[in-house]
């Protein structure tokens, strides 16, 4: 890959192009040639960042536009391929650092460069949805992603209920429906299920879907023990198969913020991670709130939360402690509040509270590095209506849906504390579905590595047994 704005002008005529200026750095909308195999499952336009040389091919026998910028709606060549001897190579009109610091022109140029391999022709994956749930649980929303993902077609559901089974079919009219995991197995139009049953059922229903030969996504938690967890990873390498675990929170956009806060130095090495969820209402009278399905309370939110952390601190922690209650929700056997505490060898700490007896709500996110520190406070959402004959009618979203603005301080020497906003990163679309699809059709990387999530696990399996120790301090399997 060589950069326009390093060669002379000799040596862009050898390769068929000729320079006129260099534009001042500014962003610009890169956009690959729909035609060519190297742009299969892009998309259609990615923003970019830097000066711009002003190209034009002067030998169309040696160089060939395949990316361009639109200038004053007029398109301008952005990455050329030309000819050099008895090979190629590919010249870029922008830094060719810049571009390979964004996803989508970073597998552009990998693509065009070798470094990955070029698409094959477009098929599509066929899914399956073991345990749909209820309406607008996660049987549905993965049958939504599956459907409104290019590259994969939601073709196959599995439920016992015979309801809810129908419901899928009555949702989902392409989707065949089975009643246990044994014809699920033997449907040859699946390539990939995805387990979203109560936590107590992900390693068993995963462990025969491997053997059956399909790749498996597990709803988080992957499952309740590390010695699970690595029996799974060990059956998808002998498999030849994959399994990853749906931490669809790390594509929340205010966690992708608070994640570029730490990648770009904002807050310096953090030290102290904090993270917080929940309230004062009655628990939840589905599976989550039974132990004997969840694995307990510490499984549900923190199975996100803690995969948060262990994400920012780029590694596990040495110990863990946990302490919960079980003070006013008689009904239901999971704890009332779990507090986790994890300490890593360097000193770094953090903590994860969830709890269902808080009248007034600690921030979601408290994070303190050496140079600043990041606060995120919930916001609940309200929809509020005036309906002819009803008058106003509001309802209520659960708070932690909502992405959230970031607040960062940040401490400079002789002036002080200075703070900003950092708003949530958007979202665009089904991101880890997304990812899957790539994954399973073009070897790019698994969404989530499967060792992160069985990392996860080992957290949260101390957690529980320290809280039913009384709070003993538990080294991490």
Not at 119 to 143: E, L
Not at 146 to 160: I, K
Not at 265 to 294: I, K, Q, Y
Not at 356 to 371: C, L, N, S, Y
Request: proline share 6%.
């Amino acid at each position: 890959m060589l950069d326009a704005g390093a060669l002379s002008d000799g040596e862009l005529s050898e390769l068929g192009l000729r320079r006129d200026d260099v534009l001042p750095e500014g962003e610009w909308f890169l956009r690959p040639d729909a035609d060519r195999p190297e742009a299969a499952r892009l998309q259609r336009e990615t923003s970019v960042v830097g000066p711009l040389v002003r190209l034009h091919v002067a030998d169309p026998s040696i160089a060939t536009v395949v990316a361009t910028v639109s200038v004053r709606f007029t398109d301008l060549p952005a990455i050329v391929e030309c000819a050099s001897g008895k090979g190629r190579v590919i010249v870029s009109a922008i830094d060719p650092v810049r571009l390979a610091a964004r996803p989508e022109p970073s597998r552009f140029l990998a693509r065009l460069t070798g470094a990955q391999a070029v698409p094959a022709a477009d098929r599509t994956i066929g899914v399956g949805i073991v345990g749909y749930g209820p309406f607008g649980g996660m049987g549905y929303t993965h049958g939504l992603a599956a459907t409104e993902t290019r590259g994969l077609r939601f073709t196959a559901v599995c439920d016992s209920n015979t309801e809810r089974r129908q419901a899928a079919e009555a949702d989902f009219p392409d989707a065949r429906g089975h009643a246990d995991t044994d014809s699920l197995c033997n449907d040859p139009d699946v390539d990939v299920v995805i387990v979203a049953t109560p936590p107590v059922l992900h390693a068993p229903i995963a462990m025969q879907l491997l053997r059956a030969g399909k790749h498996v996504v597990v709803e988080k938690p992957m499952c309740l023990t590390a010695a699970d967890a690595d029996v799974l990873l060990a059956t998808s390498a002998e498999m030849d198969r994959t399994i990853t675990v749906h931490q669809s929170r790390r594509w929340d956009g205010d966690f992708l913020a608070l994640r570029r806060a730490v990648e770009t130095d904002l807050l310096g090495e953090v030290f102290n991670m904090e993270t917080f969820v929940g309230g004062f209402d009655h628990p939840c009278r589905w599976w989550h709130s039974d132990e004997a399905l969840s694995g307990g309370a510490v499984y549900d939110w923190g199975s996100h939360h803690i995969d948060w952390i262990l994400a920012l601190y780029g590694s596990t922690p040495d110990l863990v402690q946990a302490t919960s209650h079980k003070r006013v929700w008689r009904d239901v056997s999971n704890s009332d509040q779990i507090d986790v505490h994890m300490r890593w060898s360097d000193g770094r700490e953090a903590r994860f509270i969830q709890t269902d007896v808080a009248a007034i709500r600690k921030p979601k996110f408290f994070v303190q590095g050496t140079k600043g520190t990041a606060v995120a406070e919930y916001r609940p959402i309200v929809d509020d209506q005036l309906l002819a004959g009803r008058g106003h009618v509001a309802d209520a979203w659960h708070h932690a849906e909502a992405a959230v603005d970031i607040r960062v301080g940040r401490y400079e020497q002789g002036y002080g504390v200075v703070e900003m906003v950092l708003p949530p990163v958007p979202r665009v679309g089904w991101p880890f579905h997304r990812a899957l699809a790539d994954h399973l059709l073009l070897g790019e990387p698994v969404p989530v590595p499967p060792n992160e999530s069985r990392e996860v696990v080992s957290v949260l399996e101390a957690a529980h047994r320290s809280a039913a120790e009384g709070g003993a301090v538990i080294a991490r399997a």
